[in-house]
Nanobody
Framework: QVQLVESGGGSVHPGGSLRLSCAAS?????MGWFRQAPGNEREGVAG????????YYDSSVEGRFTISQDNAKNTVYLQMNSLKPEDSAMYYC???????????????????WGQGTQVTVSS
């Protein structure tokens, strides 16, 4: 089993920055971040291979968000810069734990979820 606990959400003005953290337990092939705004479907934002460190991003955040990991601490981070109001959402940490999976950039492969942390970007 995989357990995930997010922290670091909050409110920020447009153009500001936030860093989300996710403490994980259990073996994971991949770690990622998803978000869901009211009325929208949950969407993949960023993913990282726990073994190789290869990263994947949705085009809406590439160049502004950075996913990273500290395997010694079993923690993954999402550094969010140049935040926009449309980035406002509940952000979920996620993980892939599977024998068969297509890759850490394939959002449909993520099968473990944290409880979410709210990010609000407004002036």
């Amino acid at each position: 089993q995989v357990q995930l606990v997010e922290s670091g959400g909050g409110s920020v003005h447009p153009g500001g920055s936030l860093r989300l953290s996710c403490a994980a337990s259990g073996y994971r092939n991949c770690m990622g971040w998803f978000r869901q705004a009211p009325g929208n479907e949950r969407e993949g934002v960023a993913g990282i291979s726990t073994a190789a460190g290869t990263t994947y991003y949705d085009s809406s955040v590439e160049g502004r968000f950075t996913i990273s990991q500290d395997n010694a601490k079993n923690t993954v981070y999402l550094q969010m810069n140049s935040l926009k109001p449309e980035d406002s959402a509940m952000y979920y940490c996620a993980a892939v734990r599977s024998v068969f999976y297509a890759g850490c950039g394939f959002w449909q492969d993520y099968n473990y979820w944290g409880q979410g942390t709210q990010v609000t970007v407004s002036s």
